[in-house]
Structures are given as structure tokens and as C-alpha cells.
């Protein structure tokens, strides 16, 4: 290979390499990828390797996992080795099983598990060819399984244009770039494959072709014999970009076949045949071009040496067969495509969709059907495009119109947001007002993207209003969808008045209303006030989530998040989540991202909780969500108050709270005051954290459709207790047992029972109650509040009993506290329990974590000075001073003034010397 030595040298390590690993060839059309992945073809061959290739394919991109099933075809026999789990897995991803499919993650690891099983006897290479054009559910498990392949016997090559963006551009596996040829070296090749040129015509040729390869090989025979002047290889050769200028090379012996040659060309390019040698092709249900020996003749074609069929010489071939064929040429191939296609329902609506002119329902019927099968396996985006499609083909304005809307919703949901407000649009009639659909896209976007909480409710119950007067029409779920959109408005508003105009709108609405959406109604709204028995309708309406649609699977997952049982739902939310925001529906995923987290959070997964929190900002951010990015910020800000990194928390919380009052989104201003709550109490600071608190609800009651009035029920008792106001805590606590909240949730039941201990006057009743605590099948599910009870607990019983009683829980508290990571509550904790006995002296990690200023002051108080004195020497106001000795406090593991001494342990403050 001239000007390849690097490159060759790469590939020969990367085939003799004992590890398995993945490069990615990456460059320009023509530039040489192919002959570099035939190179080490070669090599694998000579060392053994058993070589699977496979074809990306533009006419397949939008098809999910239509390369995998190419890539992995000659592998299918290996299928009956495996586990029934991971048989179920491919059955489902190929259309054998219409089980629910399996997530990006469940799909790869069986892919892993048959590449590794296939490998076991023979080393394994697979080489991929025009990855760009892989569909997307493809390419995230491709991505996913070339990650991991160390260990193992398995190699993957994957050649991408770099001028076409690809899923694979973010696999991050390694890259190899292929560069065009220094001009020495275009001009050793160009003298190797064509000598004896004029050397006017050579001049020409290397200022054209600029290095790429291919150009260097097919200018040649174009222009030789044509005039050429200056860099101008002729009148009739354009001056445009190297692939349109090579297109146009392909043209003319295009152009020059026989007409039924050039006719299976075009089927051949319309159904995606391969480009290339195809050793190891899959050869599934894909045309077969017949009587083309002429375009063979002409460069055009090659024979693939495994089945002997035809295959294009290179993808430019293909992309210019389609480009010179005419509007009706095309269709007319589809048009036979679609006969040939029969039997497989996505491949046949393809071509039915491009080969349909004028409306026709039964076509219209058949896409819609793809579009179904095609959301169940992920391909939302996909089934946009095909319900689109059926709309324009159906006899009548009123299943255009169902379709339409079943477009912009899906749309919607995909992440698609202007898509879905053109596709509603469309269904606009000249005079006749804004359509139910219109409505519902305009409201998602408007929620979604800008946070719209107040006039969206109105237009949306003037919608609804609108179908109620009308009566309900057969299989439209525009009223449904819009029921939904308004309870999640109202969620996300948590404005009392609203939603009690809302309950009341849903009664009368009548059978209009599903059963799932009063099941949302009762947990996303007041669960004090509503939660008695939907536990129990959340378990009957997801018995079985596989018989669910998606967005009902979320949906009632946010029920579950209100009820304190999402942690059973968890797993099927894992497993699809993957695919879903890959090329499925796309506020679904981010929805289920959210849910994850929050179960993460609540388990004392901390870590993990995170990073799903950074994951979901991250999708949110890319889609144009400001909704969905900023509830992500408020979790985040959660996490890191309860961490106790309290300037990341109250960076995001005040960057929330600024984009969520000023539109009204209660919801998210209740976290972010919650998260206020959260990072007060960890510093100390309880009086600041009885402001916040009561600033959600006030003592004694929980104020109507706010969700973290009992979510906050443990922080107010505890903030209100350690400021003296011991009566506002009992009477709190008291309102959540009155409430009857132990009946509505595990947590509630928990936090409910610690509230009523630590706040009983009654020595017994309160070591009853925290025996019940303990008792409770579900504490261990929440360690944060069931830690922070134990802490509770033990300072009780060390006034109550004496300190023997109180090493049990502190002990189980600061370990608990330490597992989590949340680090102010561990010293404190860790302070309590050397108040019972345990060394008192702080260590010098304790010691290191002050800052000058705070050892300064902690060294003056433990002297003995007042606040009002350490101020005076150190230029403070004595309540900056309390700010900093409330820090100092649990960084050194104490709980008051008298224990300075003993934990700084005569210690002297950084820079004294």
C-alpha cells in the first residue's frame, strides 16, 4: 500500500495483539479505509483469525438494529449454546419474540457473551465498513461491546467517513486517522495504476484529487482524452467537492448501461445491498440483483466471493444510482421491494411509504402498524417518520388527523420538540381554531422547554372541554394524553388552587377519564390528603409492565416515587432506559433517569445518584429541556447538601431557584427549599433550616398539593427541636401520625414514628417508638433518615439511661452517616459517641479540614473567650463568630464549647508557628 506504512504498522499490532481490543478507522470518502481494513483482512487470515464483515447501510440507518442482525448473522447458529436469557435477548432485538425489548446495556452484554463464546475456538475479527450509516440502536451496542473486549479473543475494526456524523463518533473507542496522500506519494500511486500519462493530464489529475486514492484511480480513464486546460480537466468535468466530482464519474457509466441493468441497480441500492467485499455477510432477505454482468463489466459492480452475489464496488456507486434515477423510477422500484418484503413488516412499510403516491389506507394501516412495532423496539424516532407518512396516505380527515397527532405526541416524547408542534400544526383546517393535538404539542413544548406552568392549564382544560363536548372518538388518545399533560402541569405548578380546579375539571369529565389517570391524580398531587389505597391501584396497574405502554410505565413510576415504592420498579426502568434515550422516547428516558436517581438517593447510593444526575443534565442540557435540566440541578443540589458540599449545593440550588420562581414551578422552588433544609442542618446552622423548613410548611399542618411538606417532616422536627421550640415539633409530629402518613408509605411510616419519639416528653413511650422505628420491614431501604432518627436515639438515651445506652445507635448512625459519605453528620455522630466514652480527641485529618481561621477561633474559644471577644480580637461581629464555631463543631466531631480543648488537643492553629 503506498503512503501506509504508519497505518500498516498499527494494524499489524492491532491483529497480532494477545488482548482484544476496537479501532476506528476514520477519514474522508475515498481516502483508503477499505483497502486498509482488506490489509488486515489479510493479516487476521494468515494468523488464524475467523473474519465477519458487515456493511453499514444508508437505506437501513433508520431501521433499529438492522446491522447488528448483519453483523452478528453468521453467528445466529451459535444462539442454542447460550443461556435462555440471552436466547430471549436476540429473539426479541430480531423480531422472533414480541416480548418487551431488552435495554442498550442488557443487549450488549449478550452480544458480549455470544462474541466471547463464538471466539472460544477461533480467534474472532469483525469488520465494519461504513459504520455511519449503522442505525443508531445498533451503533450504541456496538459502541458498548468494543469498550469492553480486553480480555478476550475478539477484535473490531470500524471504518467511519468522517465528513457524516455517526453515534459511533462518541463510542470512545480508540481512533486511527486516515489521512489523504502527501503528493509524492499520489503521485507514486497514480504512476503505478496509470502510466505513461501526459503530464498535463497528470497535473490535473493530482491537483483534483488532492490525495484521495479513489479519485487518483477513477480520474484518470474519465478525463483521458478530454481537453484540459489549466487546473480544468474539461468543459465537461465541474469544478465541485472530490465525492460529487467522483459521483459524477460513476454517472456517466451509470448512465450508459441498459435499462434493466440500471433498474436492478436500483433496487439493489434501495434495499442497502452492500458496497465491497462481503466475506462473512449476513446474507438475510435482501434483494438480489440479477443479470448485471454489464455493470460488472464497467467497474460498477463486484462479485462477492462467499455468495457469489453482486455487490457495489464502492458506497459512491450506490448513493449515484439512487441520485440519477427519477421520482418515478424509484418509486417503481420500491413499488417491487415492497412485494419482495412481504413478510417482514418494517422493511415492506419502508417501501410501501416511498413507493405510495396517492392516499391509500391500506398502506396508511401498514405503516402505522410499523410505527407500533417499531416504538416497542425502541425506534421512535423512526416510527415519527412512519406515522408522518400514514397521515399523508389516509382517505379521511379524521384518521389523518388521529395519526398526525399520534405523530407530534410520539415526536414530542422523542425529544423531537419542533418537530412535534409542525406535525400538530399540520392539522390545522383554514378557520377552525387550534386542534386538541395543536394543543398538546404547544403545551409539551411549552412545559418542557420554557417551564410553562399557568396559561398551559388553560388551554389545556379548554381543549379537553372542547373533546368533551364532542364526544369521545375511537382509538384517539389525544384526551388521554392531554389528561395527563394537565396533571403533570399541575404537578410541576403544585399550586393548591389549581389543582383543586383540576380535581374538580376531571369530575366532570366524567368516563372521559382513564382509571391509570386518577391513579396520577391522587400520588402526583397530595398523597396526605389523597395517598390512602393507591398504593395498592399502583401495584394492580403495574402488575406487568411488558403489557404497558412506555409512557405509562413512567408515569406511574412517578406514583411510585410519591408512594416511597419505586425500589421494586427500579430494574425494568434500568433496563430500558438505555435505549429509550438513545432512539427512543426521549422524556420517558429522561423522566426514568430522574426516578433512578431518586431510588439511588433513597437506597444511600450516593455515588451512583449522581451520576445518573449528571447523565440526565447532560441529555436534558443536549435536547433543549430547560424543565428537565433544571429539576436534574435541583437533585444534584440535593445530593450534595446531604454530602454536606454545601457550596456546590447552594450554587445549584440558587441557580434553580432563580430560573423555577419567577415561572411558578412550585415543584422544583420546593426542592430547592428543601435543599436549603438539608444544607443548614448539616452545618448547624438550625435556625436557618427552621426558616427553610417552615417555608415549605408550617408546624402542625402540611400544607395542601406541596409534595415535600411530608417529605421535609423529619427536617422541621429536628430544626425546630435544636432551636427550642420543642411544642411547634410535637405538634408536627402529631399532625403526621393524625394524617395517618404511616398508612400512605414505608418512608412516612419511618420518619413519622422518629418524629413522634424524638419529640415525646415520655421516656418509655419514646424508647417504644424507637423500637417500632427499628421494627419497621422497610427502615434499612431509607439509611439517611433512619440514621438520623439512630442519632436522635442515642442522644436520648445517653440523657435518659446514661452513655452504655447510647453506643448501639450512635454506633450504627456514624457508621451509617460514613457509608454514605455524608460527612458533617458523621462527626457529629462521631461526637456524640465521645460524649459516651469514646476518645474525645479529634485526629489530624479532623484538624486539617479547619481553615486557619476557624482553628483561630476554635483556639480562642477552647482559651475561653466569649464570642463577643474572639470578634473584637479578630475584627469578627460575635455572630460571624457562632457561624464559624457552628462549622467547627461537627469538622471536629463535638457538640460544645467545653470539648474544644480536649479535641484540639493543644494542636497549635496553622502559620503560629
Avoid at 805 to 833: D, H, K, N, V, Y
Amino acid at each position: 500500500m503506498v503512503g501506509r506504512r504508519y497505518e500498516g504498522d498499527v494494524l499489524s499490532s492491532f491483529v497480532t495483539s494477545p488482548q482484544g481490543q476496537a479501532l476506528v478507522l476514520k477519514g474522508e470518502t475515498g481516502v483508503g479505509k477499505s483497502a486498509l481494513l482488506d490489509h488486515t483482512v489479510g493479516l487476521a487470515a494468515e494468523r488464524g483469525h475467523r473474519v465477519i464483515r458487515a456493511t453499514g447501510v444508508e437505506a437501513e440507518s433508520d431501521l433499529p438494529f438492522a446491522g447488528l442482525h448483519q453483523l452478528l448473522h453468521p453467528l445466529l447458529p451459535q444462539l442454542s449454546r447460550l443461556d435462555n436469557g440471552y436466547r430471549g435477548v436476540f429473539d426479541v432485538v430480531f423480531g422472533r419474540s414480541q416480548e418487551k425489548p431488552p435495554s442498550v446495556m442488557a443487549l450488549a452484554i449478550a452480544v458480549l457473551d455470544l462474541l466471547s463464546l463464538a471466539a472460544s475456538q477461533q480467534p474472532l475479527l469483525l469488520v465494519l465498513d461504513d459504520g455511519q450509516w449503522f442505525d443508531t440502536a445498533s451503533a450504541e451496542v456496538v459502541g458498548f461491546a468494543g469498550r469492553r473486549l480486553s480480555g478476550g479473543s475478539v477484535k473490531l475494526l470500524v471504518a467511519l467517513r468522517s465528513d457524516i456524523p455517526s453515534r459511533l463518533d462518541t463510542a470512545a473507542l480508540p481512533e486511527l486517522s486516515v489521512a489523504p496522500l502527501s503528493e509524492e506519494e499520489a503521485g507514486v500511486l497514480l504512476d503505478r495504476r496509470h502510466p505513461g500519462l501526459d503530464p498535463q493530464l497528470r497535473r490535473v489529475v493530482l491537483h483534483e484529487a488532492q490525495g484521495n486514492p479513489l479519485a487518483l484511480l477513477e480520474l484518470p480513464p474519465y478525463l483521458r482524452g478530454r481537453p484540459a486546460h489549466g487546473a480544468e480537466a474539461g468543459p465537461d468535468y465541474p469544478g465541485v467537492p472530490l465525492p460529487r466530482r467522483l459521483q459524477y464519474v460513476y454517472g456517466t457509466r451509470i448512465e450508459a448501461l441498459d435499462g434493466a441493468v440500471r433498474t436492478e441497480l436500483l433496487r439493489g441500492a434501495l434495499d442497502g445491498v452492500t458496497a465491497g467485499p462481503a466475506a462473512g455477510h449476513a446474507r438475510g432477505a435482501r434483494y438480489r440483483m440479477a443479470d448485471a454482468d454489464e455493470a460488472a463489466v464497467r467497474g460498477l459492480l463486484d462479485i462477492d466471493p462467499i455468495s457469489g452475489d453482486f455487490v457495489f464496488r464502492h458506497p459512491l456507486v450506490r448513493s449515484t444510482v439512487v441520485q440519477l434515477a427519477t421520482p418515478n423510477e424509484r418509486r417503481a422500484a420500491h413499488a417491487t421491494l415492497a412485494r419482495f418484503h412481504r413478510d417482514d413488516l418494517e422493511r415492506r412499510a419502508t417501501h410501501l411509504a416511498a413507493a405510495t403516491l396517492d392516499p391509500d389506507e391500506r398502506v396508511a394501516a401498514d405503516l402505522e402498524a410499523a410505527a407500533e412495532s417499531a416504538t416497542r423496539r425502541g425506534g421512535a424516532v423512526a416510527a415519527v417518520a412512519w406515522l408522518t407518512r400514514a397521515a399523508e396516505l389516509s382517505e379521511n380527515h379524521a384518521d389523518r388527523s388521529r395519526r398526525l397527532g399520534d405523530a407530534a405526541f410520539l415526536a414530542g416524547q422523542a425529544g423531537l420538540l419542533d418537530r412535534a408542534q409542525r406535525l400538530a400544526h399540520a392539522d390545522l383546517v383554514p378557520g377552525g381554531g387550534e386542534s386538541p393535538a395543536a394543543v398538546l404539542a404547544a403545551a409539551y413544548l411549552a412545559l418542557y422547554q420554557d417551564g410553562e406552568v399557568r396559561s398551559s392549564r388553560r388551554r389545556v382544560m379548554a381543549a379537553l372541554e372542547a373533546l368533551h363536548a364532542d364526544g369521545p372518538r375511537e382509538g384517539d388518545e389525544t384526551a388521554p394524553r392531554l389528561i395527563t399533560l394537565l396533571l403533570a402541569i399541575c404537578q410541576y405548578g403544585s399550586d393548591g388552587a389549581a389543582w383543586q380546579e383540576t380535581r374538580e375539571f376531571l369530575e366532570r369529565l366524567g368516563d372521559l377519564v382513564p382509571a391509570r389517570s386518577l391513579i396520577y391524580r391522587d400520588a402526583w398531587g397530595d398523597v396526605v390528603r389523597h395517598g390512602a389505597g393507591v398504593r395498592e391501584r399502583l401495584e394492580a396497574a403495574f402488575a406487568d409492565p411488558r403489557d404497558l405502554e412506555l409512557w405509562d410505565v413512567t408515569r406511574l413510576g412517578v406514583a411510585a416515587y410519591h408512594l416511597d415504592v419505586l425500589g421494586p420498579y427500579r430494574p425494568y426502568l434500568q433496563r430500558v432506559v438505555d435505549r429509550e434515550v438513545a432512539t427512543g422516547v426521549m422524556s420517558a428516558g429522561m423522566t426514568m433517569l430522574h426516578l433512578i436517581m431518586l431510588d439511588q438517593l433513597a437506597l444511600g447510593e450516593w455515588d451512583e445518584a449522581e451520576r445518573t444526575g449528571l447523565r440526565g443534565l447532560e441529555l436534558a442540557t443536549g435536547h433543549g429541556h430547560d424543565l428537565f435540566a433544571h429539576h436534574s440541578r435541583a437533585y444534584l443540589a440535593l445530593v450534595a447538601a446531604m454530602r454536606g458540599r454545601l457550596e456546590r449545593a447552594r450554587e445549584l440550588q440558587a441557580a434553580v431557584d432563580a430560573w423555577a420562581r419567577p415561572r411558578g414551578v412550585g415543584f422544583l422552588t420546593q426542592i430547592t427549599d428543601s435543599v436549603g433544609t438539608i444544607a443548614a442542618l448539616s452545618e448547624g446552622d438550625f435556625e436557618t433550616a427552621y426558616l427553610y423548613a417552615i417555608g415549605i410548611t408550617t408546624p402542625g399542618s402540611f400544607t395542601p398539593y406541596a409534595h415535600q411538606a411530608s417529605r421535609t417532616l423529619l427536617d422541621l422536627v429536628e430544626a425546630a427541636l435544636h432551636t427550642g421550640r420543642t411544642e411547634q415539633a410535637r405538634r408536627h409530629a402529631l399532625a403526621a401520625r393524625d394524617a395517618g402518613l404511616p398508612d400512605i408509605s414505608p418512608r412516612l411510616a419511618l420518619v413519622t414514628y422518629g418524629a413522634l419519639a424524638m419529640t415525646t416528653e415520655d421516656a418509655e413511650e419514646a424508647a417504644r417508638l424507637f423500637e417500632r422505628v427499628e421494627a419497621l420491614p422497610d427502615a434499612d431501604r431509607f439509611p439517611f433518615e433512619l440514621a438520623r432518627i439512630r442519632l436522635a436515639h442515642g442522644y436520648r438515651a445517653r440523657l435518659a439511661r446514661g452513655p452504655a445506652a447510647a453506643r448501639r445507635p450512635l454506633t450504627q448512625s456514624a457508621e451509617a452517616f460514613e457509608r454514605l459519605g455524608a460527612t458533617a453528620w458523621t462527626e457529629r455522630a462521631r461526637g456524640e459517641l465521645r460524649t459516651s466514652g469514646l476518645p474525645a480527641r479529634a485526629s489530624s485529618a479532623h484538624l486539617a479540614t479547619l481553615t486557619w481561621q476557624e482553628h483561630r477561633i476554635a483556639d480562642l474559644a477552647a482559651g475561653g473567650l466569649t464570642n463577643k471577644e474572639i470578634g473584637e480580637r479578630m475584627h469578627l461581629s460575635p455572630r460571624t463568630v457562632s457561624s464559624h464555631l457552628y462549622r467547627v463543631f461537627p469538622k471536629l466531631g463535638i457538640t460544645s464549647r467545653a470539648a474544644l480543648r480536649d479535641a484540639l488537643g493543644g494542636a497549635p492553629a496553622p502559620g503560629t508557628g
